[in-house]
């Protein structure tokens, strides 16, 4: 069997590291599986990209235009929406004639347009998509926050100037997307629990099928190793007490980092000793930003998409933090834990799903600054830290092992094609 993942980009971000690991786990069980990305970064030869031409550009600065313009040419937001008016005709490469099975992941910002979409519809492959933030069940957004209208119909759109309108760009593309759900079935694949309710509650999927299955990981490669020799291969300090922070960027508001700071003054407030023995060690584009925030020792490293780098980088620590605002299923979450490393997280999204409360790890309530400390404190001093981590390490490998989740797939890809793997 031949399936065609595809998304936007092959390694930077949490969906196309998970596409990435989800297209080796499929090859490790027999089914031949390729990548069609955008931005292509390694030479992988599973990974396709998109021949590259200034056709691209422009349609990538048109649909950022159009919602510019329907956002009375304000910049906020830019790119917490996606229309997908502009994409690739994919139908028409090799890759997409020989394969069975469309596998879609995360496919905005110019690579799939819902015109397209409807082409691989009318092709007769049939449709796999799974889904790693709620675009697919909503208009426009990604994270639909505290709004519902996605559950009956998009419109006065929060992320747009003024609260939008009753027909707004929300509205219009929310029908885009009802019209073309009803031409032909589509499998629908959440990585949590948390978003399959979401998905089930949005007007645009009724009827269609929802699975929950999580990202895989590699816990041949993620798993607990000698602490004193990470840190060293590090070049981190081989006493103390060390958290992780890490994000593509970290001063993206939405993954939290004011609250990671807020955390940090309570902690030295309240604990003063720590000063001395606790150091944050942040990983991420703008990770000196925080060299001057926090009141710990920082230790800044640039973003790292090196898995052997990555693995290295948890044993070293102590404790992984996450005081992200929007989530679904963290990969850094599985990947500490799958080290061994207990994570500390708000209750949102898919995180109360991953970190088992007081038992692998601490979920804080959401945006509390002092319950993540607390959550912090908690872990640093627990004199059961050794069985939490094991835990932690235990709840990974049970769960998200890429041969589970490979498995899963391949049921659902015997089913809709009627075929052997």
């Known amino acids: 069997m031949r399936v065609l993942l595809i998304n936007t980009s092959e ?5 196309a590291i998970a596409a990435n690991r989800l297209m ?3 090859k490790n069980n027999g089914i031949k599986a390729k990548l069609l990305v955008r931005d292509k970064q390694t030479d992988e ?20 235009f159009i919602i510019w313009k329907a956002n009375h040419f304000k910049k906020d937001n830019l790119f917490a929406v996606d229309i997908a008016n502009c994409g690739t005709d994919i139908t028409v490469l090799p890759e997409f004639k020989q394969a069975d099975v469309i596998h879609l992941h995360w496919i905005n910002q110019g690579m799939l347009s819902l015109k397209t979409i409807r082409k691989i519809q009318l092709s007769g492959k049939p449709i796999v998509w799974t889904m790693h933030d709620m675009w697919p069940c909503t208009g426009i957004c990604h994270h639909a926050r ?10 006065c759109c929060p992320y747009l100037y003024g609260g939008g309108s009753n027909k707004d760009l929300s509205y219009r593309v929310f029908r885009e997307k009802m019209k073309l759900y009803k031409n032909a079935p589509i499998i629908f694949v959440t990585c949590s629990n948390w978003l399959k309710e979401k998905a089930l509650s949005s007007a645009l999927l009724a009827g269609q099928t929802v699975i929950t299955i999580p990202n895989p990981i590699n816990v041949a490669l993620f798993q607990p190793h000698d602490k004193k020799e990470a840190r060293s291969k590090c070049m981190l300090p081989v006493t103390g007490k060390l958290i992780l922070f890490g994000s593509v960027k970290v ?7 004011d609250y990671l700071i807020e955390s940090c003054k309570i ?22 930003d925080l060299l001057h925030n926090l009141p ?28 992200s605002l929007e989530e679904n299923l963290p990969n850094t979450i599985m990947e500490a834990m799958a080290c061994g490393v207990p994570c500390v997280g708000f209750n949102v999204g898919g995180i109360p799903e991953m970190i088992d409360h007081l038992h692998n790890g601490y979920v804080a309530q959401y945006k509390s600054s002092e319950d993540f400390a607390n959550g912090i404190h908690w872990l640093l001093t627990n004199p059961d830290y050794k069985q939490i981590s094991e835990q ?11 041969g589970n989740v490979a498995k899963k797939y391949i049921e659902i890809y015997n089913k809709i094609t009627g075929k052997n793997a």
């Open 11 to 15: 390694r930077i971000g949490g969906a």
């Open 24 to 26: 080796e786990s499929l």
């Open 45 to 64: 030869i599973s990974v396709v990209g998109l021949e590259k031409n200034w056709l691209h550009i422009v349609k990538f600065v048109w649909e950022r």
């Open 146 to 155: 505290e709004c519902t209208n996605y559950q009956t119909e998009c419109h």
């Open 251 to 257: 001063s993206d508001k939405r993954k939290g980092i």
């Open 267 to 288: 902690l030295n407030e309240k604990y003063p000793q720590l000063k001395e023995q606790l150091s944050i060690v942040v990983f991420g584009n703008q990770s000196e």
């Open 296 to 323: 710990f020792r920082i230790f800044p490293l640039n973003f790292i998409n090196n898995d052997h780098d990555l693995v290295n980088l948890y044993n070293a620590v102590d404790l992984y933090v996450t005081p």
């Open 392 to 402: 932690a390490c235990h709840k990974a490998v049970a769960n998200y092992s890429e």
